[in-house]
């Protein structure tokens, strides 16, 4: 009895330990955060010419983008270093299950789809602007 007893703990502790963990983010350093978002969202290339667009934004990076520029836009008067650390602090240790339910309870799910839509009709609106001063 005691036997099975040992082996059938020793079976639920390896279980229990083999279990796979959610990447989470890291807001130590501008380097770890880069390293955790590419853990979380290893489909996803984070280079500046190949970011994702639209619908194809995750919420948990709708929350980092948006909240960041909120973070930015109310500390103009700190360094860029200060205004990063505080933009990356509320989610450290977050899954990107966190990060989404943040993303949610604080309205940023497609904010970046937005922006980006809202600069794209800005062009068009110059453009057009251009047009009508160049035909006067």
């Given at each position: 009895?005691?036997?099975?007893?040992t082996?059938?703990?020793?079976?639920?502790?390896?279980?229990?330990?083999?279990?796979?963990?959610?990447?989470?983010?890291?807001?130590?350093?501008?380097?770890t955060?880069?390293?955790s978002?590419?853990?979380?969202?290893?489909?996803?290339?984070?280079?500046d010419?190949?970011?994702?667009?639209?619908?194809?934004?995750?919420?948990?990076?709708?929350?980092?983008?948006?909240?960041?520029?909120?973070?930015?836009?109310?500390?103009?008067?700190?360094?860029?270093?200060?205004?990063?650390?505080?933009?990356?602090?509320?989610?450290?240790?977050?899954?990107?299950?966190?990060?989404?339910?943040?993303?949610?309870?604080?309205?940023?799910?497609?904010?970046?789809?937005?922006?980006?839509?809202?600069?794209?009709?800005?062009?068009?609106?110059?453009?057009?602007?251009?047009?009508?001063?160049?035909?006067?």
């Amino acid at each position: 009895m005691f036997k099975k007893l040992t082996s059938s703990i020793l079976m639920i502790t390896l279980i229990g330990g083999c279990s796979v963990s959610e990447p989470t983010f890291d807001s130590t350093s501008e380097e770890t955060a880069e390293a955790s978002l590419q853990a979380m969202f290893p489909d996803i290339s984070f280079d500046d010419d190949n970011l994702p667009e639209g619908a194809d934004i995750p919420p948990a990076i709708d929350a980092l983008i948006c909240n960041g520029m909120k973070v930015g836009f109310a500390n103009l008067d700190k360094t860029k270093e200060e205004i990063a650390a505080l933009v990356r602090e509320p989610f450290n240790g977050m899954t990107a299950a966190d990060m989404e339910a943040f993303a949610v309870e604080n309205d940023y799910v497609g904010c970046v789809s937005n922006m980006l839509e809202g600069i794209k009709e800005m062009e068009e609106g110059l453009k057009e602007m251009e047009k009508a001063f160049d035909e006067m």
